[in-house]
């Protein structure tokens, strides 16, 4: 028999490789874009006891709602083109604007726990306002975006920001300020209007990016640390809200045992009252 039909028949059928997609299969906190322009998680990575509360068989199929991320900023300043590098890693140079809103779901996996994240990248011609405005409630995550190349944008950012919160119905959304269209700078402006940015991102309490939808810079890098903090964020809302369901079981369960106990008192001591009194000694 030939030596390779003999190896074929002998040796074991070679095990199912599934390869995860490294974009959005996370193990790690991925960092800031800088540690000084963020108001969140400044760890390396993700806190342990939240790693401990996902390990607990308890919580091994923690269903997390998806979370609602919506893009907002001015005309053209290259909502679509992010969120499309991102989804389907394309760019398109002629521009079209954004009628309302559109909507991507992006799935993501996370310390073993399916996470998804709809991003609604709204319009940001003032005609349209009014139609994206409906889609700005019960978000999670706010991205402010702005066009590195024109500074009026960022101005505005400020605008799009009170705009978006005063839609919204969530506690504390994330909040991110992001600077597009990075590669039309020379490195002197590119250092220029990022340090303009840090200003308006600690303003607005936001965590700041910059990033480039043609090129593709820090695209993925923003992403990830966007679905992590937003995981972050719903993995505790979820646990608290179990912390809080177990405390009022508890108190219940407190409670019955309580009147339980005095039920048995009250019978016994009647029971042992009736016995007394029916005692004719
Ligand atoms: N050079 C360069 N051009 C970009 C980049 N991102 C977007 N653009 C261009 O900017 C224009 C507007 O991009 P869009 O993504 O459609 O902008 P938008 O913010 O979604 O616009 P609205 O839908 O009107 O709100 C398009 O012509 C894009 O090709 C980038 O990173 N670099």
Known sequence: ??????????????????????????????????????????????????????????????????????FVGDCAVGKTAIVNRFCYDKFQNNYKATIGVDFELENFNILGHHFGLEM?????????????????????????????????????????????????????????????????????????????????????????????ARSGYKINEFFQRLAALAFEAAVQQQLDVIKSRSTDQAQTAQKSEKSQTFDLRNYLSSNFGRQKSGCSC
């Open 120 to 212: 609604w990248d709204t319009a940001g011609q003032e005609r349209f306002k009014c139609i994206a405005g409906a889609y700005y409630r019960n978000a999670s995550v706010i991205v402010v975006t702005y066009d590195m190349s024109k500074r009026d944008t960022l101005e505005s950012a400020k605008k799009w920001l009170i705009s978006a919160l005063n839609y919204n119905t969530t506690n504390a959304p994330v909040i991110f300020l992001v600077g597009t269209k990075a590669d039309l700078l020379t490195k002197e402006e590119f250092m220029r209007m990022e340090r303009l940015a840090g200003v308006t991102a600690a303003e607005l309490q936001a965590e700041y990016w910059s990033v480039s």
């Open 1 to 70: 028999m030939p030596q390779l039909l003999r190896q074929q028949l002998l040796l074991p059928a070679s095990p199912t490789v599934t390869l995860h997609d490294p974009r959005t299969h996370l193990r790690r906190l991925p960092p800031a874009y800088s540690t000084t322009q963020t108001p969140y998680n400044r760890d390396k990575d993700f806190a342990p006891q939240l790693r401990y509360q996902l390990e607990l068989p308890l919580h091994s199929k923690l269903k997390l709602r998806p979370c609602k991320v919506i």
